[in-house]
């Protein structure tokens, strides 16, 4: 567990937390768990959008083609030999593409859901300390200063962007294959890399909770 | 014959030529560097004027609740900080207008002083590795301005860039290329090759 975080240096936080209780050990994992989640999720974020940017630029290209396709038609009563075959041909592509945003998806699904087990597992370190010391939990915080609740609060609140960040993501994967307005498409393509539910708060959170459990020297 | 007044000036224009020179290079860097950061903003803007067609309401985003108003603070976020970096390069831009300048002043300056000991003979005269002083002059003079007036263009253009005005961002791009002036950075390439074996004598 100690290696997946990567950077954490030997602080006088750390010898005595890791000596004193399991709790301040799991949170401590956890915190090197978000830490890694959230970097998965960026590298997914970032494949996903140049997918999608794909998706977008064959739609468009192919509803012009398809126009192109109507005028010659009218114009004149013999089809265009080559037209049909570059039709198929982008719709395989089409196809292609969609599969590796649907897997992109996928993925972030299994990170919201691992996500969501750290928020439960913060739950129950919760819970154990309400139940050792009572409702007020632990008198002296187990790292610098924050209380128990505080990570769980933590926790909740990035548990909570990822989720609805998820679902849109979901939103896109269904639509953008299927929107004609090349304006929409690129709304779809904003939302996807701007990642409007993820505020910048999110990382100073998770910065936060490094620094606190002694992942990031103080 | 020999006047004491040329060769402290042959000396200040040896440095200016050299300044020049260095100064050349990193400003040619500088724009190097500002071209993605350029093309950023234009993606902005794009992103910007999608989003102001779009009535989300009438479209599946309808269901995420302040979507609208969260995109925007990102595409803020974003176009403040490609902004910022524009304004970055801006100072090293300025730094090189101020070394040119501040080196030709002093050129002048040196040659004000001195000027009543130099006959219009002497300034014109030029030599197989010497330019004129007057010729010399002149092509510093050129490229001080050259300089003075590319930042200021410049400078003009990013200091009117808000990311609520969204023709301005919009065309940015194209107008910050129309500044570009290759003839007078040509020219400018040309003086450091006339002057070369000057430089280098001493």
């Known amino acids: 567990m100690e290696g997946q975080s990567g950077d954490i240096t030997v602080t006088s936080a750390n010898r005595k937390c890791s000596a004193v209780t399991g709790s301040a050990r799991k949170i401590k994992d956890n915190a090197a768990d978000w830490h890694n989640l959230m970097m998965r999720w960026e590298k997914l974020n970032e494949e996903g959008f140049n997918v999608a940017g794909n998706i977008v630029n064959m739609r468009l290209t192919r509803s012009q ?5 109507l005028v010659d038609e009218s114009s004149s009563p013999s089809s265009p030999s080559s037209a049909p075959s570059q039709q198929t041909g982008g719709a395989a592509e089409l196809q292609d593409e969609c599969c590796k945003l649907q897997d992109v998806v996928d993925k972030m699904v299994a990170v919201v859901t ?3 087990r750290l928020v439960t597992s913060q ?22 200063s924050w209380n128990t609740k505080h990570f769980e609060e933590s926790s909740r609140v990035l548990l909570e962007s990822f989720r609805q960040e998820l679902k849109l993501k979901q939103l ?25 539910f993820t505020p910048p708060q999110t990382r100073l959170t998770l910065e936060a909770l490094l620094l606190e459990t002694g992942h990031r020297p103080l | 014959m020999s006047k004491p007044a040329l060769l402290p ?29 350029m093309v950023s903003l234009g993606n902005l803007a794009e992103q910007w ?14 269901d995420f609740p302040d979507l609208e108003e969260r995109l925007r603070f990102k595409l803020l ?61 002149e092509w510093l003079q050129d490229a001080e301005r050259h300089y003075r007036q590319q930042f200021l263009r410049r400078k003009t253009l990013l200091q009117a860039l808000r ?3 969204l023709s301005l961002l919009e065309s940015a791009p194209e107008r910050w290329k129309s500044l570009e002036s290759p003839s007078a950075e040509d020219g400018i390439t040309d003086t450091l090759c006339k002057v070369s074996l000057f430089i280098e004598s001493q």
């Open chain 2, 49 to 62: 004027r999608a989003l102001s067609n779009v009535q989300l309401s009438n479209t599946p985003l309808r």
């Open chain 2, 163 to 165: 990311a609520d005005d």
């Open chain 1, 114 to 116: 691992k996500m969501e």
């Open chain 1, 172 to 196: 896109i994967l269904q639509e953008v294959a299927h929107t004609a307005t090349s304006d929409l498409c690129m709304v779809y393509l904003s939302c996807w890399l701007h990642q409007p």
């Open chain 1, 65 to 69: 083609s398809d126009q192109l396709l």
């Open chain 2, 77 to 137: 976020q974003a176009t403040d900080t490609v902004l910022g970096k524009l304004n970055e390069k801006m100072s090293s831009l300025q730094s090189v207008r101020d070394s040119i300048s501040n080196q030709v002043s002093a050129v002048f300056q040196l040659y004000e002083q001195n000027s009543d000991s130099l006959d219009l003979l002497t300034v014109t005269e030029r030599s197989a590795t010497a330019p004129s002083l007057s010729d010399m002059l």
């Open chain 2, 9 to 37: 000036l042959h000396q200040a224009l040896r440095k200016s030529f050299q300044c020049l020179e260095n100064n050349q290079k990193v400003w040619s860097s500088v724009l190097v560097e500002c071209s993605p950061l």
């Open chain 1, 123 to 144: 739950r129950g370190v919760q819970d154990l300390e309400e139940f050792q010391f009572g409702p007020e939990g632990r008198k002296f915080p187990l790292f610098h």
